[in-house]
């Protein structure tokens, strides 16, 4: 059935029928590896776990009269401070170092909890069915009409902002995303005969749905996993833009993207070095992706 | 097929009640009016007061009653900011945001087709993921401040278009291309797969085989099929613009449903809350429920999945 | 397949012609005065119906206060009412209206208007901010004769006139009883007309309102523009960008915004006396703080000498922020002698921190301590949240350990109320807005009946807290002017003392101006809004800046 998607950020497409994936040598595609992708998620999560030891200052420490610096290449910049402070006088390259961590962390917790109730929700549905999948299928409907930020708006205004609010906010919306994906490929894997084949010889279903259907659907699980970091830190950019972020002095990218808005013409770095920070993570994250799902399946590449 | 659509239809019913009651308690677990609304340093007094003209001092059972009542008759109650029938708020601000999005929607198709084709033909080469790149920079650049840069370029550097709010045509530029920017990626890849799919087909091959040129296939042939997957969704995509232009509307002033139900929910105007949520729900749940529907219409399998 | 294709390509085809014809689509419209805001309230046009901040945005500038400002020093002045006088029993107030006022339809302004209007604002669906402090002041109100009106007072209230004054609440509206009466409650908001400079043109919700000058001199001042538009911009990147292209002439902004609207080449305007942003302690009086470092008064001495106050007005305030007077004193303030305060400040609020760590040392903590601070900022004035900021850093540098929690608004007031569960103990961030009367905001925060109560509740109320209560009514039952300035003077003596409510820096209303589209004004200090000032800026040729 051409269910039809919900259409934030990537995972738009028609649930892509899946047989047999198609095994490819790995040598070949090892070629293909988009290295510079590669290195730069290599080298963000190495800096976001040895922050303390990376970063030249902690990220909250002040020195009003220091404040605004200009980076250490531009002129009145000092090579104290390689991207330049901030208003407060915190150094920038420590509290966007420090920020990974926060961003990363973001992004790996919701990612794991959302996806995660997503695939087990998806395998669920697409596998029992009939009255089960028609009702969670409802519910991921009316998951999915809340728009995003407004989820997590309301949970900011009643839980208070901070990060354990936004990896809920995040998972709650996820979970739907995976949920519709996952329930397709599984109707489609359910199809083959190696599923009928596994009832006959007296397979339990709950055996059936973890070794023989899980296996099937890690793939494209992999890949959603890949595609919806850069979403994450998007949406957490965003809600520090409507303040309901990660509150200060904590640091976080869409945090510090949206508290140096208000300085574009007179301090571009403000906002600019981290807006470059989640550019080149969000096309790093998502060619890297590219590259795992055509790897893993080529039949996936609509996701 | 009757039976199909009245199924879904009473499915989507039950998913609107469900979700009035989870709103219904959302919003109140979100805060207290009062808080935003009466100055600090006013006296208990005034707070009580304020509640009290407002119905909120009643018991929790007996407002929900109210809300539910009020419902069934297309009556989701007064905004307590703005003091004037919610659904009217909802209504007089929809228009506004029904503008920008449609422009929004066709903005993005307008970069994502040929970035899509060209992925689609060089598969696999530096253009395809080039094109594939530059295409995630949409999504990669948060809008609000993808917003704000535009403005500074063209409204303040180069003088050539009216930094913010509705007005005449040149006011729509900036918030559309702020709008439509995040949209381009993901439309991108399903144009490229399905001219992928396309390339693959039997039809196009045998136009090849005619002698066609390179040019003209993909075009001609290709490009009509391909684009039918997009068109389908442009209702979702629709939708969803609909309710996730919050970001654009507060930055370009814009006086869109966006921007109102952010304000419903940083002042905790529950019945203003209530209502936004529902009545984008109806919206969002109808296009879904017509987009199946006129599935099943074409598709007889699908009713008896 | 045909048609999407071919709408696609007419569409973009239009999309592509747009942006060759878009070319400085707002021409700048020299009579409309222009202002972007942050809000626009709940927009209803109705005094009854919205609070203090947005009122004076939009109410103000269509309806007069029956007690005005001083536009020279701010505080109250003659408004609708030229002059008034108190009763000889303390017990009544006399207001003499100003001749020759009229409503917008043509109608004169009486004292029926005014007895009108104060009875409306205290009927019970009144939401506006005084209205159940002039129900419990007010016992009736007497017309005299066409332009004289006596108010009787429940008890003596010295300063009753004040809060008629919109430098304090707009519970002084003067509205049109006949013409309400006519049309009902639900014609007047739509219509509404009042005795203003500018007349109620049109409103969009979420976008604008627009007026119209009055073609009479008025009281006020006479508009010298023909319209006004107040524009919603929520967003303050936008309102900048917008009085830079001309498209707004004036747009409220915060002081991180300062530094980038000079370099556009935009006039700064200041509002001195606004606010006053402060840190206070929570319930140190209650059992569950017992043993907290902080209920040692050399502690909290020392957190206060901890911060470099010049820094904070020199970096985190672009230099446009004042050195505070004791807790919500201003220099416009009555019953205060403020030279007195301004000596005290000045050595008292000093940056000292080889004394703040003395201090710490001597009681107990010369190693610091740790202690929670909740950063928050009010409705208005957003940039609270870096001055707390600031003020943590400072802390931590005489070895504080701060777990500085920042809050939305909405979140932080219920945690003040009631059991005051959270905050029992720790540090916040806060504001007073500028108002010219200490006394009422001492009973807000201080007094054991208050809302905050951070001396001492009704059921513990501690030495300090009784002797708190005791100054305060010693301020507000005297009727004698010298004495109720001394008792005053001794109330805030108490409570500086105490060093649980501190001021940070007295901070101000912050404008960009664009300087090609109005000319050189003057705000009344204390009046962040502009909805008093309006009818007064010229335009850019009349009086061009310096």
Known sequence: MARVQQPIGFDVGAVAEVEESVERPLRGELARLPWTSFVIIVVLVLVAILAPIVAPYSPTEQSLPDKLLPPAWQEGGSAKHLLGTDPLGRDVLSRLVYGARVSLTVAACALLAGGGIGLAVGILAGYVGGRLDGFLMRVVDATLTFPTILIALLLTVSLGAGLRTIVIAITLIIWARFARVVRGEVLGVKARDFIALARVHGCSHARIMAVHILPNVTNTFMVLLTLHIGFVVIVEASLSFLGAGIPPPTPSWGQMVADGRSHIASAWWLSVVPGAAIMLVVLAFNLFGDWLRDWLDPRLRQL | MQRYVVRRLLQSVLVLVVLALVVFALARVTGNPADLLVPEDATPEDRANFLRVLGLDRPMHEQLVVFLRGALHGDLGQSIRYRKPAVELFFERLPNTLTLVPLALVGALVLAIPLGVLAAVHRGTIIDRASSALAVLGIATPSFWLGIVLIYVFSIKLGWLPSARMGGPAHYVLPTISLGAFLVAGMMRLVRSSVLEVLDSEFVKLARIKGLSQTVVIWKHCLRNALIPVVTLFGVFFALLVTGAIVTETVFAWPGVGRLTYEAVIFRDYPLLQAIILLKAVIVLGVNLGVDILYAYLDPRVRYA | ?546
């Open chain 3, 1 to 546: 397949m045909r048609t999407p294709v071919h709408v696609l390509s007419v569409v973009s085809a239009s999309l592509l012609l747009l942006v060759a014809v878009a070319v400085h689509a707002t021409a700048a419209d020299k009579d409309t005065l222009v202002i972007a805001l942050d809000t626009l309230g709940a927009q209803v046009m109705d005094p009854i119906m919205d609070t203090r901040a947005p009122h004076a945005h939009y109410h103000a500038p269509v309806w007069d206060s029956l007690v005005g400002f001083d536009f020279d020093k701010g505080g109250i002045g003659p408004g609708a009412a030229e002059r008034w006088e108190r009763a000889a029993d303390g017990k009544s107030w006399t207001f003499h209206l100003r001749k020759g006022q009229r409503f917008h339809n043509g109608d004169p302004v009486t004292a029926h208007d005014v007895k009108f209007s104060l009875e409306r604002i205290m009927s019970p669906e009144s939401i506006s901010s005084g209205a159940a402090a002039l129900r419990r002041a007010v016992d009736r109100i007497e017309v005299i004769d066409d332009l004289t009106v006596r108010i009787h007072t429940k008890g003596v209230i010295p300063h009753f006139a004040a809060s008629l004054s919109r430098a304090v609440f707009m519970e002084g509206t003067v509205m049109p009883k006949k013409y309400i009466e006519t049309v009902g409650t639900k014609g007047f908001r739509e219509h509404p007309i009042g005795s203003g400079p500018w007349k109620f043109v049109r409103s969009v919700p979420g976008d604008r309102i627009e007026y119209e000058a009055v073609d009479y001199p008025h009281w006020r001042g006479t508009p010298q523009f023909k319209r006004m538009t107040l524009l919603l911009v929520p967003e303050q990147s936008t309102r900048l960008a917008m009085v830079r292209t001309g498209e707004a002439s004036i747009a409220s902004i915060g002081p991180d915004a300062i530094k980038e609207a000079r370099a556009g080449g935009m006039k700064v305007v200041t509002v001195p006396g606004t606010m006053q942003a402060i840190y206070q302690f929570w319930g140190l009086y209650r059992p569950e703080a017992k043993g907290s470092p902080l209920t040692d008064v050399r502690v909290r001495e020392a957190l206060s000498l901890a911060i470099d106050r010049q820094q904070i007005v020199d970096h985190v305030m672009v230099g446009e922020a004042r050195w505070p007077l004791p807790f919500t004193v201003y220099r416009y303030s009555i019953d205060v002698s403020i030279p007195r305060w301004e000596d005290w400040a000045k050595t008292a609020l000093r940056y000292d921190p080889a004394r703040a760590k003395k201090l710490l040392a001597e009681a107990g903590y010369p190693n610091g301590f740790r202690m929670t601070f909740w950063n928050t900022a009010l409705p208005g004035t957003p940039f609270m949240v870096q001055i707390g900021e600031a003020v943590a850093g400072f802390w931590e540098k005489i070895g504080v350990k701060v777990d500085m929690k920042t809050v939305e608004w909405g979140v932080f007031d219920p945690m003040g109320r009631g059991e005051q569960k959270g905050l029992v103990g720790t540090a916040t961030m806060f504001r007073t807005a500028g108002r010219p009367e200490p006394s009422p905001r001492y009973v807000t925060s201080l007094t054991s009946k208050g809302v905050q109560h951070l001396l001492g509740d009704p059921n513990n109320c501690p030495t300090i807290c009784q002797e708190a209560d005791k100054a305060y009514e010693a301020v507000v039952s005297e009727r004698d002017d010298a004495k109720r300035l001394a008792a005053t003077n001794k109330m805030i003596e108490l409570v500086t003392n105490t060093w649980v409510v501190v001021p940070i820096i007295e901070g101000m209303g912050y404008w960009a101006v664009n300087p090609a589209r109005v000319g050189q004004f003057k705000p009344i200090p204390g009046r962040h809004e502009f909805g008093d000032v309006a009818e007064r800026m010229p335009r850019p040729e009349q009086k061009p800046w310096k």
